[in-house]
């Protein structure tokens, strides 16, 4: 069991701390791409399509939104709502650029049923079939899973090291192959832990810019400007709504991806773990591993 938990331990600072360059650029050059497009798409859906005349009363979008006309009412949000349908829209796009992501590395088949096969393969001694195995799934934790078997055969044939050392540099192998496989699957998940945060805020920025003109149609001198303080009422509460909506997407996605991150790191634990006791139990002398 302490072989296995200092596995755990050392193999997530390294993949937190070593992604390769080429990689990190690519992330962030489609960051810097997604978010002003993601922003003027917001402002032509604002002023086209929910600014529409059709959707107000005498085709002026200056006018109340028609009865049930839910487009209007949301362009009666005011200026705060191209800023939250920005984020509305990086939530979906990096979601999917995640799930993409997430499932290229999982590889063809269920990640259970792979590291199932690989314990199977390696209970037997069957090296060769292991690595078949991770041929035919693919994905970063097939590729972790298998510089680790790769690097088993190696320290089968050395003469040269001790029990410990080969076992240590096993467990090396598969740590440096994490660090290079795995920091990206968390690449943009800020994005979206961010947006998760400031969307309420953003929403409540636009209740209180509402409330002000609505106050304000009230402190006029004589009657009070009935028009003018519908549409600040209807200004504060469309922004919190808009910006409910944006951060609980967000917190679903944020939440939905890192359990899936969790799930990859921990078969890989478990194939490296598995790989590591093969070895010590076919080539140590006395010495025993447990789980």
């Known amino acids: 069991m302490e072989q296995k938990n200092a596995m755990n331990k050392n193999v997530r600072p390294a993949a937190a701390t070593a992604a390769p360059k080429e990689d990190a650029k690519g992330g962030s050059a489609f960051a810097a791409i997604v978010i002003p497009l993601a922003l ?9 399509v929910f600014g529409n005349g059709a959707n107000f009363q005498g085709g002026n979008n200056e006018n109340h939104p028609l009865e049930g006309n839910y487009l209007g009412i949301v362009y009666k949000g005011g200026f705060i709502v191209p800023i939250l349908l920005t984020l509305f829209l990086l939530v979906i796009t990096f979601s999917i650029e995640r799930y993409l992501t997430i499932g290229k590395a999982r590889g063809t088949k269920s990640i259970e049923s792979f590291v199932r096969s690989i314990r199977q393969k390696l209970n037997v001694n069957d090296i060769t079939g292991a690595l078949a195995v991770c041929d035919q799934q693919k994905g970063s934790v097939a590729n972790v899973v298998k510089a680790g078997l790769l690097k ?18 096993i467990q090396k192998e598969i740590e440096e192959s994490t660090a290079l496989e795995l920091p990206m699957l968390e690449k943009n998940l800020v994005i979206i832990s961010t947006i998760a945060s400031i969307a309420t805020l953003v929403g409540l920025l ?7 003109k609505a106050f304000s149609a ?15 009422i209807s200004e504060a509460l469309i922004n919190t709504a808009l910006g409910i909506l944006g951060s609980a997407l967000a917190i679903i996605a944020y939440n939905y991806f890192t359990s899936k991150i969790d799930e990859l790191t ?9 790989i590591i006791q093969t070895f010590a139990a076919q080539h140590g002398e006395k010495e025993t591993y447990t789980a």
């Open 40 to 48: 003027i798409v917001s402002i032509i859906i604002y002023e086209f």
């Open 152 to 169: 088993y055969q190696e320290m089968s044939r050395e003469r040269g090291m001790d029990k410990d050392q080969k076992i240590l540099s």
């Open 206 to 212: 636009g209740t209180v810019a509402g409330m002000i």
């Open 218 to 232: 009230l402190a006029q001198a004589g009657n009070p400007d009935a028009t003018a303080l519908a549409n600040g």
């Open 266 to 274: 921990y078969s890989i634990d478990e194939a490296g773990f598995s």
